[in-house]
């Protein structure tokens, strides 16, 4: 059972909604907390609120697209606490389109920020937690890393790639003493469909019948909170996928019958070759 009392987390996407409510989670158990954001007054708020919990809070502005940043952002850590034990890997922005149609810079785009994003706090906080004795990695994917939607291809690619890469590393860092958890959310009450207004080739349009449709869906989605005490839990019991929505579970069914009607083919078609 991971213990949280006196520890370090740094979590990007910290200003607000998930990054910003495992952050008071944490900081609930007795955990002090680095938060990271790009949005500096956001942060500042965050700050404010956060302190209530009576644990030591800390902020870095950081862009998690720019290895740089995390380097300064993790060095920013190891100052203010002198350790850190948690990193979670919240930040990630949303866009769509139809294949052919995807900007390239934009693709660019939510790749650096959901994948590399992701890798960079990884490969530069891996050492740090090591250092400190252990501790755990959340990775921040999603319902659209475990089933694809018809327009969502770039969000889609950057999830599922943040699955197969946690699935890795949760290999690779048990010896260390460090769990890897993928939080896997679907609707939450977040803001990340605003992110599409930061994409290079121009932001999103707000009377979009698709933007509107989008912001409704999200607007009724779970309430951050309720995930956050769910991630602690499940970083405490070492769970691998922390799902937040028992009604996708038949994504999960559906993806898995495609997958064994398609093996099943597979076994005819080589047995019968095999038989020849």
């Known amino acids: ?104 810079d934009d693709w660019r785009w939510i790749v650096d920020i959901n994948l590399m994003g992701v890798a960079y706090g990884v490969e530069i906080f891996t050492p740090l937690i090591k250092a400190s004795g252990g501790g755990h990695i959340v990775n921040v994917a999603s319902m659209a ?4 939607s018809p327009g969502m291809s770039p969000y889609n690619a950057t999830k599922f790639a943040v699955v197969g890469y946690s699935e890795g590393i949760r290999h690779e860092l048990a010896p260390h003493k460090i769990g890897v958890s993928i939080l896997c959310p679907a609707w939450v009450k977040t803001d990340i469909h605003r992110s599409a207004f930061g994409r290079p080739s121009g932001g999103a349009d707000e009377s979009d019948p698709q933007f509107e449709t989008m912001s409704k869906v999200i607007d009724s989605g779970l309430d951050p909170k309720l995930v956050a005490e769910w991630t602690a ?42 038989d020849t």
């Open 233 to 274: 839990d499940s970083i405490a019991a070492n769970r691998l996928y922390i799902f937040t929505h028992p009604e996708m579970r038949v994504a999960i069914d559906g993806r898995r019958d495609l997958i064994q009607a398609d093996y099943e083919a597979c076994d005819a078609h080589f047995t019968a070759a095999s």
């Open 145 to 148: 890393g475990h089933w694809a």
């Open 1 to 104: 059972m991971t213990e949280f009392k006196n520890k370090t987390a740094f979590i990007t996407g910290g200003a607000s909604g998930i990054g910003l409510e495992i952050a008071r989670s944490l900081a609930l158990r007795g955990t002090n907390i680095m938060l990271a954001d790009i949005n500096e007054s956001e942060l500042a708020n965050a700050k404010s609120d956060l302190a209530k919990t009576g644990r030591q809070i800390e902020t870095v502005v950081c862009d998690v697209a720019d290895e740089a940043a995390v380097r300064a952002a993790a060095a920013a850590t190891e100052a203010a606490f002198g350790n850190v034990h948690f990193l979670v890997n919240n930040a990630g922005v949303a866009i769509g389109g139809q294949a052919g149609s995807v900007n390239l």
